[in-house]
Nanobody, 115 residues
Framework: QVQLVESGGGLVQPGGSLRLSCAAS????????MGWYRQAPGKQRDLVAV???????NYAESVKGRFTISRDNAKNTVYLQMNSLKPEDTAVYYC?????????WGQGTQVTVSS
């Protein structure tokens, strides 16, 4: 059974930082492309960042220079370090795992940026 469990969300002031974690089980983690998506109320779910099995990364333009995705294959965990947070970053953040047509989602974690 595949499980992706996110943690680290919460309420933060503008300009602050958060670090999201996603612990994976039930997959051969090191072979998967891992990603973070987000969905704000009334909007579609959008890609935030991805990291391939080889460690290559890609980011949405809106988060470049502020967010960093990383992975620890020994811990089967992917991270999203979010700095200089803005109110428009408020959303539910979802972890994803993707390989050869097999795609899995986590349950999501809420991030709220507000003063």
């Amino acid at each position: 059974q595949v499980q992706l469990v996110e943690s680290g969300g919460g309420l933060v002031q503008p300009g602050g930082s958060l670090r999201l974690s996603c612990a994976a089980s039930g997959i051969f983690f090191r072979l998967y492309t891992m990603g973070w998506y987000r969905q704000a109320p009334g909007k579609q779910r959008d890609l935030v960042a991805v990291i391939t099995s080889g460690g290559s990364t890609n980011y949405a333009e809106s988060v470049k220079g502020r967010f960093t995705i990383s992975r620890d294959n020994a811990k089967n965990t992917v991270y999203l370090q979010m700095n200089s947070l803005k109110p428009e970053d408020t959303a539910v953040y979802y972890c994803s795992a993707d390989r050869s047509g097999n795609f899995y989602w986590g349950q999501g974690t809420q991030v709220t940026v507000s003063s």
